[in-house]
Every structure is written in C-alpha cells, then in structure tokens.
C-alpha cells in the first residue's frame, strides 16, 4: 500500500489539528483523568476527522478503509495515548457494525451524529470475568414485547463516564455462545445504567475508563444492529479493524525513536554525545527496523483489506508485531533517557505507560497467537 497525495494532505491537516487543539492540553487532561470528549469531538466532526471511510449520506467521506489507517497513524502525533484511543473507538470500534449492518434509522440516530461529533460513542463487550474471551461474556438481553430487557456489566469501557451510547454485546439466546449474541444501540441516559466507577489506569490517563451496570435497562429492538444472534460475527469484524487501527497507531514509536535521538545526540557522558556509543546507534538502527518492519506488515494488510481479501490471519499478527514492538521501543527508549526516563512529565515515560495496554486490550497477544495458529491449521483440537 502506498499513501497518495489525498492520504497524506489528511494526515498533514490532522497533525496541525493535534497541534492546535490536543497537545497544548494534554498535561492538563492527564491530570483531570480525563479529555472533554464532546468538545473535541465536534471540531473533530467538522473538520471530516470521525467519518472518513463512512458512508456519504450519514456524514461520511466514502473512502475506503486505507485512510482510516492514515488517521490512526497521524493520531500518533498526539503526545499521549489516551485521546488517540477515544478517537479510535468513536471511529473504528463503536461504529464499523453500525455502519456496516445497522438499519437506515438505526444510522440516522447513532452514526450520523457520531460522525458529527454530536455523540460520543463507546464499546460495551468486555465484562468482568470476560475479557479476551469473548464467547463467554454473561450480560443478557431478554425480549419483552417489542423491547429488550438488558442485565449485566461491562468492564473496560473506554469513554464510558461521558458516552452518549454504547455499541452492546449481549446474550439474547441461550444458544451455542457463537451464535446467541447480538449487538445493540443503548442511549447511556437510559435508566436502570450505573458508571460505578471510573478506572485508575497507569496509563492512558486522558482517557477516562468506566464499569458500568445494567439494571433491567429497557430499550427498544430496533435498536438492535443487523440480525438476531449475529453480535459475535459483528464483533469479530469490529476486532479486525480495531486490530489493523491498533497496529497503526503503534507507529508512533518513529516519533518516540525521533525524540530519543535528539536527546541522545545533546546528552553528554564520559566526555562524547551518548549517541556516539556504538550499542546505542546499533540498538536504535535495530529498533527502526522493527518499526519499518510492523509497517510493511500493516499496509500489506491493508492493501489485501480493501481489496475484499480476509485478512484475519494478518491483522491478528500485525497487532501482535505492532504490541511488542510498541513495548519494545519504550522500554529501551526509557532506558536511554536514563533518570529523566523515569520522570513522568517526559513523553517518552507516558508512551511508556500509554503503550503497554497495547498487548492487552483489543484480545491480548496470547488470543492472538491462539487465532494466527487456529488460522494456520495447527491448532489442537480441543
């Protein structure tokens, strides 16, 4: 995959944004745990940032899923991590299914205001006995008449102390756990929905990050996306964008190196610039190529993506890559910067905190080892 002249004039124009508007923040937002989601939102919205591969007659550009990849890659520019991923779940966590299954009114009353920054969405899968494993997650959603009747919790949920909805996977069956979920739009002003509480995070401190509690929570069926007893299918498509968008956004790391270098370069010891030392060069060499590495990855992904192919095999490995080189790059950065390293106001001691969730979140390394093996065909029968 290329980026054409469009790719990157978006790119160039997200990164004056971030500029502008984010990173004069972010020391203030850090500390408050949390970003004003709407705000930003809007100017976001009005300036085409949330909608890019977005069907036009909701708000969206139309473009295809390449340019989601560029905004996540610029959204790296932002001098933390936190604000990035609130971003990455209003456009490509909350909504691909929504854009993708939901029915026109469906659209018109979540993913058009979404888009517009109007709304702030959130992802409402992992509980607490159910993270990675998503098959097993307990919250239900019962028919009564023409509503459903939801109960249960959700762990995790990224912008879930200031969401106007949530994209919700619940069990609406008692059928094979594959087979009996569904995915449902749930307005957060509903009644019977608790925030218990918002989550002391190392990292991503700008990101505010929510348990929530469903307490016989009424909301109409047509709020629900595509078909019955679809969500897990949805979910896993929902997965392999937020895998390839993970694994974008992981290129942050070249700002990082690029930072690093310029302190190793004015940094003294023992009488000569610390990049002079031979170990140092040839660890930042290698870790460049690590970096270049998880890219060519990624955009061969994402040129078989928008070309119809499936690409779970490749996504999954890409965000595994993509982790591990994130931690990798971090920690030897750290290392480099020595005690100011170590200091928590220096960007490379936040992407330190920021990155780490990277190999957890969004199915952690060990999941996806279990899919690229299971997609290998060497995975045992269980």
Known sequence: MIYTEQHVQLQDSLRRFLDAEVNPHVDEWEAAGTFPARELFRKMGRLGFLGVTKPVEYGGAGLDYSYSVAIAEALGHARCGGVPMAIGVQTDMATPALARFGSDDLKREFLAPSIAGDMVACLGVSEVGAGS?????????????????????????????????????????????HRNKTLICVPMDTPGIEVTRKLVKAGMRSSDTAQIFFDDVRVPQRYRIGE???????????????????????????????????????????????????????????????????????????????????????????????????????????????????????????????????????????????????????????
């Open 133 to 177: 494993d998503v098959a097993s997650i307990r919250t239900v959603a019962r028919k009564d008449g023409s509503d459903y009747v939801i109960r249960g919790g959700k762990m995790w949920t990224t912008s879930g102390t200031q969401a106007d909805w949530m994209c919700l996977l619940a069990n609406t069956s008692e059928g094979a756990p």
């Open 228 to 382: 019955e007893g679809m969500g897990f299918a949805y979910q896993m498509m929902q997965f392999r964008e937020e895998r390839l968008w993970a694994a974008a956004n992981s290129l942050a790391a070249s700002e990082i190196l690029a930072e690093t270098i310029a302190w190793l370069r004015e940094r003294e010891a023992f009488g000569q610039p610390l990049l002079a030392n031979q170990f140092v060069y040839f660890k930042l060499a290698e870790l460049n190529a690590e970096v270049e590495a998880v890219r060519a990855l990624l955009y061969r992904a994402v040129e078989l993506y928008v070309g119809g192919t499936d690409v779970t095999q490749l996504a999954s490995m890409a965000k595994l890559k993509a982790a591990r080189m994130s931690r990798e790059v971090a920690d030897w950065c750290v290392q480099f910067w020595g005690g100011m390293g170590y200091v928590e106001d220096t960007r490379v001691n936040r992407y330190w905190r920021d990155s780490r969730p990277a190999s957890i979140g969004g199915g952690a390394d060990e999941v996806m080892l279990g899919i690229i093996a299971k997609t290998m065909g060497i995975l045992p029968r269980q």
